[in-house]
């Protein structure tokens, strides 16, 4: 068996249930916590920021991510302060675009500069990662999730890409 404290890799736990945060958060091995609307939703979530503040109480001291839910770049940066305003280990995820197509980057730019840390989520090719890292602030930690799962799912071999 594998000792994972060993492995050169961070885990995340991934979900909206208060139950199993509090439980993976008494594992070392789970370096922070990410969420997202969807798995909100899905656990019965009815007031965002209430469910986020409470995530906060059980999880004061590792990173956690927590999603804009808008859709449109200017509610999406008022979504992204707002968020990152609940507490000092927040991170905000920002999809690389929108439903539209969008691209985030000049969000990501503007966040990364006034010190968001931000979680760029849904990448899927390497155009995409090396927009954000071209664009963020040295100066403020960031997360780049690389969808690699679902390029798989796709029948594509992901490590190339």
Same mark, same amino acid.
């Given at each position: 068996?594998?000792? *994972?404290?060993? $492995?050169?890799?961070?885990? !995340?736990?991934?979900?909206?249930? =208060?139950?199993?945060?509090?439980? $993976? ?13 969807? $798995?909100?939703?899905? #656990? ?6 209430? !469910?986020? =503040? ?6 004061? @001291? ?33 999809? *690389? ?13 503007? =966040? ?9 989520? #849904?990448? !899927?090719? =390497? ?6 890292? @071209? ?8 997360? $780049? ?10 029948? !594509? ?5």
């Amino acid at each position: 068996m594998i000792d *994972i404290s060993k $492995l050169n890799v961070k885990i !995340f736990a991934d979900g909206a249930d =208060l139950k199993s945060i509090r439980a $993976l958060y008494t594992q070392p091995f789970v370096k922070g916590f990410t969420t997202n609307p969807t $798995l909100m939703r899905q #656990a019965g979530v009815s007031d965002y920021k209430s !469910f986020a =503040l409470e995530v906060l109480q059980v999880v004061p @001291d590792r990173p956690v991510s927590f999603e804009v839910f808008a859709d449109d770049i200017p509610g999406m940066e008022a979504q992204a302060f707002e968020i990152a305003s609940w507490g000092k280990n927040v991170n905000v995820k920002i999809p *690389i675009t929108n439903t539209k197509g969008e691209s985030t980057a000049s969000l990501v730019k503007r =966040l990364s500069d006034n010190g968001v840390v931000c979680n760029i989520t #849904a990448m !899927f090719t =390497l155009a995409q990662v090396q927009s954000i890292v @071209d664009i963020l602030n040295p100066a403020t930690p960031a997360i $780049l999730s690389i969808f690699a799962g679902r390029i798989a799912d796709t029948g !594509f071999d992901p490590v190339p890409l």
